[in-house]
């Protein structure tokens, strides 16, 4: 079972609540919805790829009583301010570009409320009730590459479905956050994310294939998503996942860098669906048969080539990094979770220099199985597998290392977390 959250944390939240309500904290129920890693399968989701992802220990709590109105009421642990609103207000989408233009009280806390409730309208769920809520973040996380932002997303979903008494999967979850994040936000990015918050297990990694998905428009039509939990055997020695942070925090829905990519993955696809021709079909490389790809290949300029590199050939890391992981093999894994790595900068070139340093200081340090950039590698941390014995050791050593490669950055995580040594987590879920 995961360690996270603790008893105190949840009397923290729940106090918090019963104190903005009135209510007993008896009464307040509880969203936990940890955060992701994704060891293989890097900026390939939103091409239709295959993934793998598995939660921390660690997350966003939302405890929340049902407002008995149509009145939501929220206050965060690590934002000033309160955000209120109401469930019958119609949402609009805001987009990347006016997202500044976003109702003043709206920080970035509440504009994923918002968003939730555009995602339930959207959906024609029947939303009657408001909540009054309280979000925590796990300190120092926000921002950081594991998906805080699609964690507040279906913390929302989950206690505005939860007040109201619905019933809503898991899979229509997904496609509920993503319409969030792409519908509402603008940000054209895969389902990695909320699906790895919604589907994991503790104890293993999730697998999931995103071709499956409707089409990246706002279509409401759900469809089962192809996935499996994947349980490794008993292990040689137990591992644990470090995390190194850069001190870059820029959001990813602020960066024209992710849409971008996912723009020339997407000419890519276009240039070797026309030269196959088959170019009536969706411009997404998940639509590209690898043997016509390794035929075309060079019909694509460098840059788009890079592309469609990183897509072909993580999709085969991710097959790859399931039977290993499915028979223990650790030091396998790591290799191909630091060759992902390693396709992200040169193939993808997604990377910010201060986590392509992390990166690099991370390979060198004791016990470390494998590295790569946790998120979308603009900003954030990298994710290492680490040998548990020498994860101390090796924590110490990336802080050092770092200290000496970008001390003004570093010099921002100073009083923070330089490096967290984490362990597996669970799904999202109410208490
Ligand atoms: C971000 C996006 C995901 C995914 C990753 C990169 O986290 O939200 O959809 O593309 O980057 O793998």
């Known amino acids: 079972m995961s360690s996270w959250p603790t008893d105190s944390e949840l009397i923290a939240i729940k106090e918090a609540v019963a104190k903005m309500s009135g ?60 955000v209120c609103f109401r469930v019958d207000e119609i949402q609009h989408p805001i987009g990347l570009a006016n997202k500044n233009g976003a109702p003043k009280e709206t920080s970035i806390w509440g504009t994923y409320a918002r968003g939730a409730l555009y995602a339930l309208q959207t959906s024609k769920k029947n939303i009657k009730q408001g909540v009054v809520g309280y979000i925590s973040g796990s300190d120092g996380l926000d921002s950081s590459g594991l998906s805080s932002s699609a964690a507040v997303g279906v913390a929302y979903l989950l206690a505005l479905e939860n007040a109201n008494e619905l019933t809503v999967s898991p899979t229509e979850n997904i496609e509920l956050d993503r319409l969030i994040e792409n519908g509402y936000l603008g940000l054209r990015n895969g389902i990695l994310d909320q699906s790895a918050i919604l589907l994991s297990s503790y104890g293993c990694l999730t697998y999931m294939d995103c071709k499956k998905l409707p089409s990246q428009k706002n279509s409401l039509k759900m469809q089962t998503m192809d996935h499996k939990l994947v349980q490794a055997p008993e292990l040689e020695k137990p591992f644990r996942i470090l995390l190194a942070f850069s001190g870059l925090k820029q959001a990813l829905t602020t960066n024209p860098g992710y849409n971008l990519r996912v723009a020339e993955c997407q000419e890519a696809a276009k240039v070797l669906l026309t030269a196959y021709g088959n170019s009536e079909l969706e411009p997404t490389l998940c639509n590209v048969e690898h043997e016509v790809y390794e035929a075309h290949k060079h019909e694509l300029e460098t840059v788009l080539a890079r592309r469609a590199e990183h897509y072909f050939s993580e999709n085969m890391r991710v097959t790859k990094g399931l039977e290993a992981w499915a028979s223990g093999n650790l030091e396998e894994f790591g290799k191909l979770i630091s060759a992902s790595g390693l396709s992200s900068i040169e193939n993808y070139e997604c990377g910010a220099e201060p986590l392509i340093q992390l990166y690099k200081i991370l390979l060198k340090a004791p016990g470390v199985y494998g590295a790569r950039f946790s998120g979308a590698g603009f900003r954030g941390c990298c994710v290492a597998f680490v040998d548990a014995e020498k994860a101390e050791e090796a924590a110490s050593y990336v802080k050092n290392e770092y200290e000496k490669a970008q001390p003004e950055f570093a010099k921002k995580l100073s009083g923070g977390t330089p490096v967290l040594i984490c362990e597996a987590g669970d799904s999202a879920r109410v208490l």
């Open 23 to 82: 209510r007993d904290t008896e009464e307040v129920r509880v969203v936990v919805a940890p955060y992701r890693i994704c060891p293989l399968g890097a900026h390939i989701d939103h091409q239709g790829g295959a993934v793998s992802a598995m939660t921390i220990n660690k997350g966003i709590l939302l405890g929340f009583v049902p407002s008995g109105g149509t009145e939501v009421q929220l206050r965060s642990a690590q934002f000033d301010g309160e």
